[in-house]
T-cell receptor, first 111, second 113 residues
Framework: GENVEQHPSTLSVQEGDSAVIKCTYS??????FPWYKQELGKRPQLIID?????GEKKDQRIAVTLNKTAKHFSLHITETQPEDSAVYFCAASINGNQFYFGTGTSLTVIP | GAGVSQSPSNKVTEKGKDVELRCDPISGHTALYWYRQSLGQGLEFLIY????????KSGLPSDRFSAERTGGSVSTLTIQRTQQEDSAVYLC???????????FGPGTRLTVL
């Protein structure tokens, strides 16, 4: 089955700096890669996703890149703000069937 | 409109008892997923329903776990003979179609004593 690895497990950045979270996957058939943000005690919420037919997608301060050859994808958050502090999960899926999640990255933005 | 709802929000049970967890997806969403999240861990896929097709049960950790989805809407996750290691937050999510945005419910926190 699919195996998704996520790094780092914790990340601290100064407000205004950029944060990068990286994930790798094992199954080359995976073609859908969402990213979720989970604030303490709350449910996960989708923040951005990318499909395998594109290499990069951007939404304001958030961007995701995908390298299908290397089987890795990354989340980039620019101009970080304290409200970006949360746990971020990557996931990989084949056609939206099973979703395999990474173990999460706890991001702390220091004011 | 209403989001995904789950009940109960918290469930405390004794080891060996059966529990039922309920998920009400967003109306019209054809895909429904169950996940388990242990403390400080990621989400573990359990089962997936798509329309009226047979569910994908490949993530269920043992035969003590089962789920059904009645009428293509409400889903129930049943855990028989609960064990302490079943303690976790059980999350349900639905999406309009496969490979679409998943909307998560608030979860059910299960504690097995």
């Amino acid at each position: 089955g699919e195996n998704v690895e996520q790094h780092p497990s914790t990340l601290s950045v100064q407000e205004g700096d950029s944060a990068v979270i990286k994930c790798t996957y094992s199954d080359s058939a995976s073609n859908y890669f969402p990213w979720y943000k989970q604030e303490l005690g709350k449910r996960p919420q989708l923040i951005i996703d990318i499909r395998s037919n594109v290499g990069e997608k951007k939404d304001q301060r958030i961007a995701v890149t995908l390298n299908k050859t290397a089987k890795h994808f990354s989340l980039h958050i620019t101009e970080t703000q304290p409200e970006d502090s949360a746990v971020y999960f990557c996931a990989a899926s084949i056609n939206g069937n099973q979703f395999y999640f990474g173990t999460g990255t706890s991001l702390t933005v220091i004011p | 409109g209403a989001g995904v709802s789950q009940s109960p929000s918290n469930k405390v049970t004794e080891k060996g008892k059966d529990v039922e967890l309920r998920c009400d997806p967003i109306s019209g969403h054809t895909a429904l997923y169950w996940y388990r999240q242990s403390l400080g861990q990621g989400l573990e896929f359990l089962i997936y329903f798509q329309g009226n097709s047979a569910p994908d049960k490949s993530g269920l950790p043992s035969d003590r776990f089962s789920a059904e989805r009645t009428g293509g809407s409400v889903s129930t996750l049943t855990i028989q003979r609960t064990q302490q290691e079943d303690s976790a937050v059980y999350l349900c999510a639905s999406s309009l179609i496969r490979r679409d945005t998943q909307y998560f419910g608030p979860g059910t926190r299960l504690t097995v004593l």
